[in-house]
């Protein structure tokens, strides 16, 4: 006797958060090879249409949306035209992120409000916005990208880790008032190789280094990350709600 195999989130829409590169691009490609159909959302267009491409030529259904997570009209417009085009929301994938380095004294109050707007205040306005979408189809999940800054800190993080730790008050807060047909966590990634170490220009030597700090002895990848939101979106976590997920190869193990 054979069954026919179905994905993990069939017949499901979901939206990605900064899916033109990084997380977002193996988040919305895992998504979709699992029946999701995607909104692949980002500032970057000629990148975000790539990941629409590859996710097409592999079978997949998804669609773009130019949206700069920093202002709310954009945010509003990706979440309409995600239900427009596949008639439902059922994934939110809060994932863009955008930082500056600097200390309390070095760094600039533009950049600061630009990290948080990106960073938190994105999550709650897609929330405000895309529950209610949520809501007129049964329930949905949301999967916010937080990070192992939201636990400890890094020096000259300052706008950065503050948004993650927060972002960690938020999705708690969202699971308690939302539930049950809302249900919310966080993923939690280490040090992940995406091309913003080249952007970064991150030399052979220091990307070895953080390797080896690391038990698993490897920096992990974008699919590494995308495996676990999968998971955190599929039903496979139906009585998961309100929590964190570290996905960081062990690196939060080390005591020295």
């Known amino acids: 006797m054979t069954t026919e195999r179905r994905g993990r989130v069939e017949g499901k829409s979901a939206i ?26 980002d500032i970057d267009r000629d990148n975000g249409r790539r990941v629409v491409e590859r996710i097409k030529e592999a079978g997949g259904q998804a669609i773009f949306v130019a949206t700069d997570v920093t202002k709310t009209a954009p945010i509003r417009r990706m979440i309409e035209r995600t239900v427009t085009a596949f008639g439902r929301l059922d994934i939110l994938h809060n994932n863009a992120i955008w930082f500056r380095h600097g200390s309390a004294t070095e760094l600039d109050e533009k950049d600061w409000d630009k990290t948080l707007n990106a960073g938190l205040k994105a999550v709650f306005v897609a929330a405000k916005y895309g529950i209610p979408a949520m809501r007129a189809n049964g329930g949905g999940v949301i999967v916010n990208t937080a990070s192992v800054h939201s636990l400890v800190s890094f020096a000259t993080c300052t706008a950065y880790d503050s948004a993650k730790a927060g972002l960690l008050g938020l999705t708690r807060t969202l699971a308690l008032d939302y539930g049950p047909d809302i249900r919310v966590n966080a993923v939690l990634p280490g ?33 590494d990350i995308a495996n676990a939101v999968l998971y955190l979106a599929s039903d496979e976590a139906s009585f998961v709600t309100g929590t964190s997920l570290v996905v960081d190869g062990g690196l939060l193990c080390r005591t020295e």
Request: proline letters at 5%.
């Open 191 to 223: 040090a992940i190789l995406t091309p913003l170490w080249d952007n970064l220009e991150v030399p052979e030597k220091e990307r070895k280094r953080y390797a080896q700090m690391v038990p698993a002895k490897r920096l992990g990848t974008g699919r």
């Open 16 to 41: 990605v958060t900064g899916a033109a590169s990084g997380i977002g691009e193996e988040t919305a490609v895992r998504l979709a090879e699992e029946g999701a159909a995607v909104c692949v959302a």
